[in-house]
């Protein structure tokens, strides 16, 4: 567990799903998340995921997971995924925290090299160039959202080292 400045990043616990459904994945059920919960700590016990949130005052306000790749010829490599900051709580350096956590395990586990995508041309493209993301490619067109707007994005694909 991590503390600083008012946030505290650890693992996801199972009572977590009502909070991260209500402040970062309003879009799911809290049964989606509950079962989203159980599937990750089952990984996070085998060593392949790590789960984590960001709590300030109590209150589960962010999410991140890194996911090591399976292949054995990357196996020094892992995704991040799902990496969300409730609106009210962007921008006091949650993601920032969730990262730098995030670095430290997989550092500590012999992953090297963090990989992720996001929407182009949104904010969550410009955090990853501000916590020292890497841009490597991008693929138009490569994200489209199905619901409400149906809105397309390029996806934007980021590296960076963990140590």
Known sequence: MERGSGIVVRVVRPGD????QSHCFVK??????????DENLHG?????????????DGVVVGNAMLKRNAFGLCRHRADLFDMVVCGEYQRRGIARRLIEALRGHAAQ?????????????????EVCR???????????????????K????DEVFFWMPTQ
């Open 109 to 125: 586990n012999g992953v090297t090299i963090l990989d992720t995508s996001v929407r182009g041309g949104t904010p969550a493209e």
């Open 28 to 37: 799911n059920t809290v049964e989606e998340m509950a079962a989203r919960i």
């Open 44 to 56: 996070y016990a085998e060593g392949e995921v790590i789960p984590l949130v960001a709590e300030v």
């Open 130 to 148: 501000r916590v020292g993301f890497q841009e490597y490619g991008r693929l138009p067109g490569g994200i489209v959202e199905t619901w409400d």
């Open 150 to 153: 149906c809105s397309v994005y």
């Open 17 to 20: 799903a009502a909070m991260l």
